[in-house]
């Protein structure tokens, strides 16, 4: 498996390793309920929650596990987001959140085009992933503005706690390369 790069740019974001300064930029989306909704873990309820988050970041990093990155807008270097990939094998799936300060500007479509553009550049890829809940129609169209198709529904596969504690429907987007 290829090392993550620590950093990807774009012309609009600077995509980075998170680190403990981050955890009141991330606290700040973390504990919106509108944000959170449709994630699959629970609204932060303290800061506390957001340097837990960023205290796991550098070992799944280093153990290959998952790769998180920041999302800032240049020129500040402020969090607006994060992205994380976990690569396994030929395939790889991510997930992402922004702060709603920054919805509908095109920075959740780029973060996720950039990230999917490296993970694909991986030759042991064949297949990029994610899923979002079938209610969650932006997540959907930024899925598919970044060239993933939506390969069906998933009946009752994800619990997305902020809503319900059953587990929910939830669409699978993917991106897959010829293997032949």
Request: proline share 4%; aromatic share 10%.
């Amino acid at each position: 498996m290829s090392q993550a790069p620590d950093l990807l740019i774009t012309n609009r974001l600077i995509l980075r390793r998170p680190s403990l300064a981050d955890a009141a930029a991330i606290f700040e989306f973390a504990c919106d309920p509108v944000v959170t909704r449709y994630m699959d873990w629970h609204t932060h309820t303290g800061i506390h929650d957001a340097v837990e988050f960023l205290e796991g970041c550098a070992p799944r990093w280093e153990s290959g596990d998952e790769f998180c990155w920041a999302i800032t807008a240049k020129p500040e270097d402020h969090a607006i987001g994060t992205i994380a990939c976990r690569v396994e094998g030929h395939m790889a799936d991510f997930g992402y959140v922004l702060n709603r300060r920054y919805w509908g500007q095109g920075y959740a479509t780029e973060a996720v085009s950039t990230v999917v553009s490296w993970v694909m550049s991986l030759p042991e890829i064949y297949r990029v992933w994610a899923t979002c809940d079938t209610e969650n129609v932006a997540s959907a169209r930024v899925l598919e503005k970044t060239g993933l198709l939506c390969e069906g529904t998933l009946r009752c596969a994800m619990i997305r706690p902020n809503l319900s504690s059953a587990p929910r429907d939830t669409f699978i987007f993917a991106k897959v390369r010829d293997a032949t």
